[in-house]
């Protein structure tokens, strides 16, 4: 991830109100729009990392990282090249995605998650 914050023991932060630090979605993982994402690391929890993850409305595809996270705002559409059942996305959603999982996101309004992978 590209900021670390220190979340420190018996502390807590408001994830909706982070600043991230973003940049452009590499090319080769573009289908269409204009794809920013921001991250911010928050800390660790043993071998994990935690952080605050966000993609704007775009249509992009990845290989994932195993990871467990938390849908705190906007929507989207996780497919998966495997024929996996798709993650509706949406406020309140919890989820895992497996490391090489291959997926395609559909983010119809920017997309913001807790992380820990």
């Not at 993609?55 to 990282?65: G, N």
């Not at 996305?89 to 992978?117: E, H, P």
């Amino acid at each position: 991830m590209t900021h670390a914050l220190a979340l420190l023991a018996n502390h807590c932060i408001d994830a909706a109100a982070v600043v991230l630090a973003y940049r452009d979605l590499p090319a080769e993982q573009t289908i269409a729009g204009e794809p920013r994402v921001g991250s911010a690391e928050l800390g660790r929890l043993g071998d994990r990392t935690v952080g605050v993850w966000e993609l704007s409305p775009s249509i992009s595809s990845d290989v994932e990282a195993d990871e467990f996270f938390i849908v705190l705002s906007g929507a989207a559409t996780v497919n998966f090249e495997d024929g996996s059942p798709r993650l509706q996305l949406r406020a309140g959603s919890v989820g895992r995605l497996v490391a090489g999982s291959a997926t395609r996101w559909t983010v119809t309004a920017t997309l913001r998650k807790i992380y820990f992978a």
